[in-house]
């Protein structure tokens, strides 16, 4: 095809309920609903979004999140962090020469900074924006007299060009929480701003801070939520022109793993992404291993995801990019009807402890609901509860973050099977190509717990079983077929008593009689991990306490 032919050629207008019928037949009797799927925010998200989803989007919407930020760009907020204070300082220096924005840094008491390095600090703070956390020695502010950015910890400190009004999104992010409960915490904690101060006194100080995870959409969409979110903030104190607050975001930590560490720059790059394309003014992207000890290299690896997003996408030179998405206007506008309706929920309980104690209560059932799917794999952490590497060891202690991360109790179990090992065989019977994807199944399964098994030769006799099993010490078994061969083999095997407890890979009818007969139990899809994985490891103490006897 010409050049000229390509330039002519017309497209004919699809209709969705052409799509809806070319989908139905995909499906093979399945029903369109069976594509959509539910949020943790309980939103229901379609498999395709059209202009018809815009009709009840405020057309004023895409304009509150534009007129929301002065500029396209984002500032690079890598935190600098040391055991004293002159290595902070020699890492501030490093990493604005390399490409950071900001001087992001978290005093701690036990930094003792002399006169000299106060004067350098001071000639940083005049020359970069800053990001400064305070909350542990809010003294340290005496030492400066002004300085341009954001101030946690320091709300009653007046610095002319400083906000130090700290909205924190995070905090509730990090005990678990949804979108919503993040964005309703926040307009929370600025009513508390406001009722003791005033609005505008509020919208000249404040900024806010959200923590950005792996739902990629859902985090843009968030990010653009709060815009609107606080325009209507401002309408109900009767300020219909309230200002723009900044908006700082770092990667979340809640999906980060100390398992396959390697995985957590995906993660970062991910949230990174999101952020930017969510708006944020600010940014932090944590390394990948920092739940152990980062190093240069990876800090160089977490501030450069920022600088290749700058320089090879170019997403810094468009303004809100994602507006005009089908799909992400939609998601933005749900987020904002149903945060603004829990957040009026809150403010009819009579004190700011009840509103924070329901928050909270929420944010635990959206954590055990998160926990259930990535226990039960119907959410996925890669190199944690899938793909998992055999090979990982779990060294040295692991630092604590304030976050509730997915990966904790995995990482438990690891540990505790390095520990106390629990020798475990995988009993083929049958064909190969009958139960090789189930071994597979069972192998992974296994492997994600922290229990690697070796396979044993199939077709075993129950008396050459038993042989095998001692030879090897082995103190623990799963028995995999096809169901024929489960059905006649594992009754049979149950009448030898073998001397280590028995499991069966599958689900099937007589399960309940084999468990009358010995049968220790099951391995299946959709079983919880952390349950199974909890029993595996009292019997891989009880082998070890007998070892050890």
Not at 70 to 99: C, D, M, Y
Not at 223 to 252: C, M, N
Not at 317 to 346: H, I, Q
Not at 465 to 476: A, F, K, P, S, T
């Amino acid at each position: 095809m010409t050049l000229d032919k390509m330039r002519q050629t017309v497209f004919n207008n699809a209709a969705i309920d052409q799509w809806e019928q070319v989908a139905l037949k995909s499906l093979k009797g399945k029903t369109l609903e069976s594509l959509s799927t539910k949020t943790l925010e309980d939103i229901i998200l379609k498999p395709l979004y059209s202009l018809d989803d815009m009709e009840n989007i405020p057309v004023s919407q895409t304009a509150i999140v534009r007129e929301a930020k002065k500029s396209s760009e984002w500032l690079v907020a890598q935190v600098a962090e040391g055991f004293t204070s002159e290595a902070i300082l020699k890492e501030i220096t490093e990493s604005l020469a390399k490409g950071n924005d900001v001087v992001h840094l978290k005093l701690e008491k036990e930094h003792n900074w002399n006169a000299d390095q106060i004067e350098e600090l001071a000639e940083l703070f005049s020359e970069h924006n800053a990001i400064l956390d305070v909350t542990n020695n809010p003294a340290f502010l005496k030492n400066f007299n002004d300085l341009r950015g954001i101030v946690k910890g320091a709300e009653d400190v007046e610095f002319p060009n400083a906000r130090t009004y700290f909205l924190n999104g995070s905090s509730i992010h990090q005990a678990g929480g949804d979108a919503i409960s993040e964005l309703a915490s926040v307009l929370v904690q600025a009513d508390v701003f406001a009722e003791k101060t005033s609005i505008e006194k509020l919208a000249e100080k404040a900024f806010v801070q959200f923590s950005i995870e792996n739902n990629f959409f859902m985090e843009i969409a968030k990010i653009r939520a709060f815009r609107i979110l606080w325009q209507a903030f401002g309408q109900a104190y009767g300020k219909t022109d309230i200002a723009a607050i900044p908006v700082h975001t770092e990667t979340s930590l809640r999906s980060y793993s100390v398992l396959d560490a390697n995985v957590n720059i995906l993660r970062a790059g991910n949230s990174a992404l999101a952020a930017i394309l969510g708006g944020a003014d600010s940014l932090t992207t944590y390394p990948h291993d920092y739940l152990t000890e980062a190093t240069p290299t990876s800090k160089r690896i977490a501030r450069n995801i920022q600088l290749v997003l700058k320089e090879e996408t170019h997403i810094q030179r468009v303004l809100d990019a994602a507006g005009g998405s089908y799909y992400v206007d939609t998601l933005t506008n749900e987020l904002v009807e149903k945060t603004w309706t829990y957040f009026l929920t809150l403010m009819k309980e009579a004190t700011v402890e009840d509103r924070e104690t329901k928050l909270l209560e929420r944010a635990e059932k959206k954590w055990e609901e998160q926990l259930f799917a990535l226990s039960t794999r119907k959410k996925s952490l890669i190199g944690t509860n899938t793909y998992s590497n055999p090979d990982d060891v779990i060294s040295g202690p692991i630092k604590f973050t304030g976050y509730k991360r997915l990966a904790e109790p995995f990482e438990q179990l690891r540990k505790s099977f390095q520990d106390s090992p629990l020798n475990t065989a995988i009993i083929p019977y049958g064909i190969l190509k009958d139960y090789k994807t189930l071994m597979d199944f069972v192998s992974g399964y296994l492997i994600a717990l922290g229990i690697s098994p070796i396979i044993a030769p199939e077709n075993l006799k129950p008396v050459d079983l038993q042989q095998w099993v001692d030879d090897r010490n082995i103190g623990y078994v799963v028995f995999v077929g096809n169901e024929e061969q489960t059905a006649g083999l594992v009754p049979a095997l149950l009448n030898e008593n073998l001397s280590v407890p028995m499991d069966v890979a599958g689900k099937f009818e007589e399960y309940e009689d084999w468990l009358d007969a010995g049968l220790s139990g099951s391995i299946f899809a959709g079983q919880s991990l952390l349950e199974k994985g909890q029993q595996l490891q009292a019997l891989a103490k009880k082998e070890d306490s007998n070892d050890n006897a």
